[in-house]
Nanobody, 115 residues
């Protein structure tokens, strides 16, 4: 059974930083497209970042220059480094890979940005 488990969320003040992690069981991230999504209450699931198996990266305009997606193959762990956080970044964040996409697979990790 494939499981993706997100962690690293928390409460930070505007301008703060967090690093989200995503570990996998029953699945290896090698050569997979990898994703980070988020969903705020009342909003649809939003793709935040995507990295193809060739290493090319895409970011939503709202996070470009502030977020970085990365993968540690040795640890089989996916990361989302977030800097200069804003209140509008508050949401539950979910990871995905391969055909595991969207906000419905795991429990996610809550990020709250508030003063």
């Amino acid at each position: 059974e494939v499981q993706l488990v997100e962690s690293g969320g928390g409460s930070v003040q505007p301008g703060g930083s967090l690093r989200l992690s995503c570990t996998a069981s029953g699945f290896t991230f090698d050569d997979s497209d990898i994703f980070w999504y988020r969903q705020a209450p009342g909003n649809e699931c939003e793709l935040v970042s995507h990295s193809n198996s060739d290493g090319s990266r895409w970011y939503a305009d709202s996070v470009k220059g502030r977020f970085t997606i990365s993968l540690d193959n040795a640890k089989n762990t996916l990361y989302l480094q977030m800097h200069s956080l804003k209140p509008e970044d508050s949401a539950v964040y979910y990871c995905g890979a391969g055909l595991i996409v969207g906000c419905d697979w795991g429990q996610g990790t809550q990020v709250t940005v508030s003063s």
